[in-house]
Every structure is written in C-alpha cells, then in structure tokens.
C-alpha cells in the first residue's frame, strides 16, 4: 500500500495514480497535467496541438497558420491570397488593407489616418483635403457639399450638424419645424408623411398621387419602377431596390 509520504504535492503517487485512486484528479487531469481527451490546461495535446491542430503560434503540422498561410507567405489554397484576397500582411493585389492604406500608411488618395497627404500637408498637389474640399470650403464637385450632401463644417443640405444633428439656428428643428430626421412636432416628415401612420395630413394615404413609400395606387414607385424595382420599359433591375413589406 502507497503511504501518504510517497504522493507528491500534487497527490499523485510514483506510479501515476491520484490520491482518489484514479489516473485523474478532482478537477479531471493526470500526473502530467493532461485530462481524459488528452489536452492540458492550456488546451494543448501531448503534440502541442489544440483541438483545432494548431500550435501555441497558430501553426498546424502542415506549418500552416491560422490565417491559412505559410511561413513562406503562400495561403493553403497554393496563391499569395487568401480567398478575400488579401495576402499574410493583410494587403490586396493593389498594394492595399482593408481599411485601405498601403503599406507606406497612404489610402488610394494619397491621405494618412490622421487626414495628412503624402506631401506632408493636409491638401493634395491639387489643393483638396481628405475630404475634397479645398481651402475655401469648396469641394471638388464644384459645390460646398460633397457627394453626401455634406459641407465642410459637417451640416447637411438641411442646415443640420451630421454628428450633433443641431441646426445652424441652435436649435434642434429647422426654420420650417424639422428636425434632423426630417420629421416636425407632430411626427410628419417634409412630403407631410406622418412617420408612424404613413398617412398624409390631408388625411388620406396618398399626397399628388404618391404614398408614404412613393408608390401610387398601381404601386408603381415615382421613379418609374415598380415594387421590384424593374422599369415600366427596359425591366432594368435596380441592385439598390428596398423591399419595404420586408422591412
């Protein structure tokens, strides 16, 4: 019979057996630290593999890496790419991240993160900023907006504030009584929609022959398309068509 003395601090005796009479202690692993599937506390197999079949580098025994590339840079489908082609650096076939910045820090623009362009100044040789506008507010296009209905200061075509959504008067409705979601007191929107009836303040659901949706009563949508968006002439399928009963 094995003596108290001859179990180590661990509880196990010389010959692998835990104080309990099992290979296992109570919290269900051996002499070696491994439970009954084979894995330690760490998750890793006496190969030092987890379950998975990668290593603590995130390496399989194919010395593939988790990402599913190599040391050598070549993904496990045989190219430099992965299936959203990107390469092990995380860089596309044109050079660039998924947040769009090369490997020098300069998106397709020639712009930092920090909004600096590749000549060290916060315009580009043509003299717009990251955003397109120039040193007068004006953007590129040729307006103060650019192709958000964004100025420069960041109001809206509405006069409202993009991040504050306060109007330029201070307050938070337009001289007309909207506010930034383009609904009044009442709840009515610009087109005199109300938000959560979809009636018209004239108290039916159609205003100049169009509901709350811009359908008419052939649910034919105001941009000529119908409810799946195909026109009334070519069928031209619209990619950006909402479903709004799906909605």
Not at 57 to 84: A, Q, V
Not at 118 to 144: E, L, M, V
Request: aromatic content about 18%; overall charge negative.
């Amino acid at each position: 019979m094995i003596s108290v003395t001859q179990y180590n601090k661990a509880g196990f005796a010389p010959n692998g057996l835990h104080r309990n009479g099992t290979p296992y202690n109570d919290k269900g692993y051996d002499c070696d630290g491994y439970n009954r599937d084979g894995y330690n506390r760490n998750g890793y197999n006496r190969d030092g593999f987890d379950r998975d079949g990668y290593d603590v580098n995130k390496f399989d025994r194919d010395g593939y890496h988790r990402s599913g590339f190599n040391r050598d840079g070549i993904h496990r489908n045989g190219t430099p790419y992965n299936h959203r082609g990107y390469d092990c650096d995380g860089f596309n076939r044109d050079g660039y991240n998924n947040h769009g910045y090369d490997r020098n820090g300069f998106n397709r623009n020639g712009f930092n993160s920090e909004n600096v362009h590749q000549n060290g100044t916060k315009y580009n040789d043509d003299g717009y900023d990251y955003r397109g506008f120039n040193s007068a507010k004006i953007h590129r296009n040729g307006t103060i907006y650019d192709d958000h209905d964004i100025d420069y200061d960041g109001f809206d075509c509405f006069g409202f504030h993009t991040k504050t959504c306060i109007h330029r008067n201070g307050t938070r409705y337009d001289d007309k009584g909207f506010d930034f979601n383009g609904l009044n007191s009442r709840g009515f929107n610009r087109d005199g929609f109300n938000h959560e009836t979809h009636l018209h303040m004239n108290g039916t659901r159609y205003n100049d022959g169009y509901d709350y949706d811009g359908f008419n009563p052939n649910r034919i949508h105001r941009n000529g398309t119908d409810r799946d968006g195909y026109g009334l002439t070519w069928y031209d399928y619209n990619l950006n068509w909402v479903d709004y009963d799906e909605q």
